[in-house]
């Protein structure tokens, strides 16, 4: 979809158990978004990054979830100790400046929970 | 922050005849509203955007309209085909920052 590769599809984890979710935005693009999506509902921000920097992390959890954009490699979004309600899809996108640019959006990454 | 709304949840039309999708928004600042589709489980893929700057664009069978004064702006298809059958989401940002998705509206073209 448009480019940005996010592994994996899908991923299943125990309660308490930790979920690593990897993102590789376009090639040339800088700038990493990531959304979360419940069932039937439209995507809701978590945390914006550039290489090595978080630039708005307004809509993460305080707790238990992080996120990182390193110089080299995907970006990741980890999510410790896993609950029932972390259950969702969770979609990266990348866009390539600090302007107006559209976002694209990879296939996203279905996290279940048992 | 930012308040997205979209109309209707759900809307199906006929084929051939035109859908129309309207969403406002509440921050003044914001300056940039995309459209995205959505098929059962893709991501969201970009069909159009539009700008602060600009009152209407088209593209082929689509259109978006905004009405920077009222806060609103509206999606138009024509023209529609089963394949236009998703959810689709408006989004508006200031600039490079995050989107505020809209709820989706499910659409079904009735062949």
């Known amino acids: 979809n448009a480019g940005v590769m996010q592994n994996p599809r899908h991923l299943v984890r125990r309660r308490g158990q930790e979920a690593r979710l990897r993102c590789s935005p376009m090639k040339g693009h800088s700038h990493v978004y990531w959304y979360r999506q419940l069932p039937e509902e439209g995507l809701k921000f978590m945390v914006y990054?550039?290489?090595?920097?978080?630039?708005?992390e307004s809509g993460m959890p305080k707790e238990r979830f992080s996120a990182e954009f390193p110089k080299e490699g995907p970006s990741i979004l980890r999510i410790q100790q896993v609950v029932r309600g972390d259950s969702a899809a969770y979609f990266c996108?990348?866009?390539?400046?600090?302007?107006?640019?559209?976002?694209?959006f990879g296939d996203g990454t279905r996290l279940s929970i048992l | 922050g930012e308040n997205v709304e979209q109309h209707p949840s759900t809307l199906s039309v006929q084929e051939g005849d035109s859908a129309v999708i309207k969403c406002t928004y509440s921050?003044?600042?914001?300056?940039?509203f995309p459209w995205y589709k959505q098929e059962l489980g893709k991501g969201p893929q970009l069909i159009i955007d539009i700008r602060s700057n600009v009152g209407e664009k088209k593209d082929q069978r689509i259109a978006v309209t905004l009405n920077k004064t009222a806060k609103h702006f509206s999606l138009h298809i024509t023209e529609t085909q089963p394949e236009d059958s998703a959810v689709y989401f408006c989004?508006?940002?200031?600039?490079?920052?995050?989107?505020?998705f809209g709820t989706g509206t499910r659409l079904t073209v009735i062949p």
């Open positions: 996108a990348s866009s390539p400046g600090t302007d107006i640019r559209p976002q694209h």
């Open positions: 990054l550039q290489k090595e920097n978080i630039i708005d």
């Open positions: 989004a508006a940002s200031r600039g490079a920052n995050n989107l505020f």
């Open positions: 921050d003044s600042a914001s300056n940039y």
